[in-house]
């Protein structure tokens, strides 16, 4: 579990200003302050650089699908500590903490919606609950949206962002990615398409299982993307590691997904897709 | 060659040390201790059966761990015949940490993917420590379509820290060739046994581990983290890998409460290392029996059962009230 920290694209480390929070952030990209009011008018885009900062599931789901088509399914699933697990805080803790925070149950959204008039089901993964770790509650929700869309004839949409499995669900998260990944197995003998979506950062577990199934694979512009963490590769290899490696630029490169997209031309690229994947509209 | 004593072990050797004094002591003056060396051979007996019925879930991750343990290969050599090892993904290269290929268990034909560990520096130069790249996942799966062609059951020996976390396993997207394993096994048209021999290490052992049944050895582990890296998370330190272990619920009868495994198959008293021939019969005879039902029944219906077994594996509250599905 978040074996990745957010990466930071290093640039010379500047004194922090002090900046009420919330209304200023700094950009990972080119390491100027932009105001939340401009980050929200472009989609949450440095106006400089073309970084694309964290989006919530809740603004994601709002730019990608038609207005108002979104209708949310299983919002009701929540976690259990199973395992009463008890480390420097406990799951239990963990859990409300985030939900106080994010004002989310756990780490995704998902439903059914249209993008251009097609229907998909889909699931958005938020990076702000506990890292998007998949556990039980998340990996029912994706097999559950997944599972719809077969028996509904519908496409599947996943929007992926994720630190990996969620350790404090033990085992049962691992499960998971055998659940979601035969999910996609029995939609796919329907001849139906996934459009997978990696957002910074999908790695580990998430990247390990349904995000690397996609018909079609679609990455953010400089989003993390990988199996292992870089700390934990150094380590083992001894090795530097190549420049921009686990980027969407390094994976596209490398022959592993299809697309790099910027934000702003998502929703349509989904739409041409869809478009030649659906036989009816 | 002598295994390093496990910490938990050291009463047990302690007491073999003090039954050899014993009996060089009445060699020497030749004394009949016959009575002592019988009572001191029970104390031994006793003392490690009381250390094996109460291991902690970190003492039987080092079990698991041990050096000696047989490893896939040993029991491809006991549990089977006619081995025919297959090499290579035909893409990319031949990945020695997963030995692949054609076996008989019985009277079955079958094909085996396995993962396999180094006992000494030089053999795990050569197995990468058990640590599969890409095209481990992808030879597997290479693998099991051809038992699937050939209506061959598939018998997965599951050993492994983790997939290798490397440059190498990134640039050839390991992640994709362990996804994709997910995916494949889930619908393969032949029966599917899966074993838990030694390290069940996260999606590098799920990777393989998509079956009908899945078996667990007594003293084996399967994890979604390596306690020490989970004891790192948690408590910022790695020296609290035994309380990880203990939270992490890795064990073979944990997973069994959890659903996880299917059966766990018991090891020779003292731990599969003590005696090979023996943990290789149960091992023999739990895959035969697992088998020969698998076999029995309709592949369809296989296949139905195989996708809610894991299907199931999760735990969540649910409000009654039922949503706009
Ligand atoms: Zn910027």
Redesign the interface.
Known sequence: MAIFKKPALKTESRKKREMPPGLWQKCDGCGEVVHEIELVENDRVCPRCDYHFTQTAKERIAKLCDPDSFVELDAGLTSIDTLKFQGMASYKDRLRKYQDKTGLIDAVLSGHALIEGYKVAIAVMDFSFLAATMGSVVGERITRVIEYGTAHGAAVVIVAASGGARMYEGMLSLMQMAKTSGALALHAEKRLPFISVLTNPTTAGVMASFSSLGDVIIAEPRAMVGFAGPRVIKETTHQDLPERFQTAEFLEEHGLIDLIVHRKQLRMQLAQLLAYFSSTR | MDSPPLDFEKPILELQRRLQELKSHSDKHEIDFDSEVESMELKIRETRRQIYENLTAWQRVQIARHVRRPFALDYIARCFTDWVELHGDRVFGDDKAMPCGLAKLGPYRCVVISQQKGRDTKENVKRNFGCAYPEGYRKALRVMRLGEKFNLPVMALIDTPG?????G????????A???N???M??LRVPIIATVIGEGG??GA??I??ADRVLILENAY????SPEA?SA????DRKHAPEAAE????TADD?MR?G?VDEVVSEPEGGAHRDHDLAAANLGAALRRNLKRALETPIDELLRER?AK??K???????K?K???
């Open positions: 997939a290798y976390p490397g440059i396993s990134e640039e050839r997207h390991i992640a994709e362990i996804a994709v997910l995916r494949e889930m619908v996260s999606g799920l990777g581990g998509i399967y994890s979604v983290i989970c998370i948690l408590w910022k939270a992490l619920k890795l997973l959890l996880v996708y894991f299907r594996l999760g735990n969540f509250a649910e409000p009230v949503n706009g599905a």
